[in-house]
Structure formats: structure tokens, C-alpha cells
């Protein structure tokens, strides 16, 4: 039976075990293929594994193969949609310009719109970056601030 732990003090509850999606997609590169490179039927059977087992976290990123990663959830997750929290992550670079990459404002909204327009969503449940702010950036969520780190780290205190 999943375990639920609440997620900061928003009064949400997420599993104790979430799903990563950086394997499913992007087959025939060599840094995807070494990490899954799963293809949509994969990818389907994986999360409709996970979510009939009580898993109601899913991990994804703007830069997992490329953006396919999410497009290949979006397409698995339908109508399972309002059953998931999705956590997405930027930060890491997603385009050869300047602004696609770091914390700015800017590069951070470009980052949820794809996520945003793959999986069949308003919003992402929850954001985080994933590394230190650079000197150029401005922004004041460090990573160990997000609703997501909070739970993990007030989760982890109490098994100590």
C-alpha cells in the first residue's frame, strides 16, 4: 500500500515514491539511449503502472530528451491527468541563447510552457531549479526553498 507524506504545509499529499520520467524519449541519441530512451509504448506502460500502484508524483524536466519526454507523458497521462502532481525542473540549458538557461524570470516561464502544453495542464504542481543561482540571476527561490525540497527535507528530519 503507497505512503503519503504531506507536501510542505500546502495540504497536498504526495506518494513517498515518485515516478522520473527522464527515461522516456529521445531514442538514437547516445546520452538518452544510455538512461532508457523509452518509446510511447514504454512510457505508457510505465506510468499506468506507477499511478494503479498510488504513485501521485511525477518528476520531469524541460531539458529530459529534448522536450519528448514530456510530450510522450502528456500523451500517456489523458484523462489520468488530475491524478498526478507534476514537479518540473529548469535551470539546466534548453537553447543555444542566452536567455535559455539560469533562473531569470524569463527563461523560468519559457521552461513551464512547454511542460505546460505537452502535459494537459494550467500549471505544474510544483518548480524547482537545480543548481545554484548564477551571479547573473535574480531570482530569490534557491532550490532548497521549493514546496518539494521543504517535504523531502521535513521528511527525511523525521525518520532521523
Same mark, same amino acid.
Given at each position: ?26 531514442? @538514437? ?9 523509452? @518509446?510511447?509504448? /514504454? ?22 530528451? !529534448?522536450? /519528448?519526454?514530456?510530450?510522450?507523458? @502528456?500523451?500517456?497521462?489523458?484523462? %489520468?491527468? %488530475? /491524478? ?10 534548453? !537553447? ?5 538557461? !539560469?533562473?531569470? %524570470? ?6 513551464? /510552457? ?47
Amino acid at each position: 500500500m503507497m505512503k503519503y507524506a504531506a507536501l510542505g504545509n500546502t495540504g497536498v499529499f504526495v506518494s513517498r515514491v515518485a515516478l522520473g520520467a527522464m527515461s522516456f524519449g529521445g531514442s @538514437g541519441s547516445p546520452v538518452w539511449d544510455a538512461v532508457g530512451a523509452l @518509446g510511447l509504448q /514504454e512510457t505508457d506502460r510505465m506510468v499506468g503502472m506507477a499511478l494503479d500502484n498510488g504513485v501521485n508524483l511525477i518528476d520531469t524536466a524541460d531539458v529530459y530528451a !529534448g522536450g /519528448e519526454s514530456e510530450e510522450l507523458l @502528456g500523451q500517456v497521462l489523458g484523462r %489520468r491527468r %488530475r /491524478e498526478v502532481l507534476l514537479a518540473t525542473k529548469m535551470t539546466a540549458r534548453s !537553447g543555444p541563447g542566452p536567455n535559455d538557461v !539560469g533562473q531569470s %524570470r524569463l527563461h523560468i516561464m519559457r521552461s513551464l /510552457e512547454p511542460c505546460a502544453g505537452s502535459v494537459p495542464t494550467t500549471s505544474t504542481s510544483t518548480r524547482s531549479t537545480t543548481s545554484t543561482p548564477s551571479p547573473r540571476s535574480r531570482s530569490r527561490w534557491p532550490p532548497w526553498t521549493t514546496p518539494y525540497a521543504r517535504a523531502r527535507s521535513a521528511t527525511s528530519a523525521r525518520r532521523t
